[in-house]
Nanobody, 127 residues
Framework: QVQLVESGGGLVQAGDSLRLSCSAS????????MGWFRQAPGKEREFVTA????????VYADSVQDRFTISRDHAKNMVYLQMNRLKSDDTGVYYC????????????????????WGQGTQVTVSS
């Protein structure tokens, strides 16, 4: 089992920056990758970005490319999402997810490949 806890959400203005954190505990030593997803009100949950623990290989959604940066601290079992130049469209609940087994990087865009999920943290961007 892996437990995930997100933090760092809040209310910001358009153009501001925010950093989310995801703390992983439990059987993290066997974890392959971590992802961030978000869900806006009335919409489906969507992929934001993902990173592999080994190598730090990343994949991003087109909508956040060049604005968001995912990183990880393997020693601390922490994953971060640095969000810059925030837009109102970035509003939503942000979820951290863990994938245990290796998979091709592009497959990390899919929700159903993740084994564990956090409870989410709310990000609201006012325009």
């Amino acid at each position: 089992q892996v437990q995930l806890v997100e933090s760092g959400g809040g209310l910001v203005q358009a153009g501001d920056s925010l950093r989310l954190s995801c703390s992983a505990s439990g059987r993290t030593s066997s974890s392959y990758a971590m992802g961030w997803f978000r869900q806006a009100p009335g919409k489906e949950r969507e992929f934001v970005t993902a990173i592999t623990w080994i190598g730090g290989n990343t994949v991003y959604a087109d909508s956040v490319q060049d604005r968001f940066t995912i990183s990880r601290d393997h020693a601390k079992n922490m994953v971060y999402l640095q969000m810059n130049r925030l837009k109102s469209d970035d509003t939503g609940v942000y979820y951290c997810a863990a994938r245990q087994r290796a998979i091709i990087r592009q497959a990390l865009r899919q929700m159903n490949v993740y084994d564990y999920w956090g409870q989410g943290t709310q990000v609201t961007v006012s325009s």
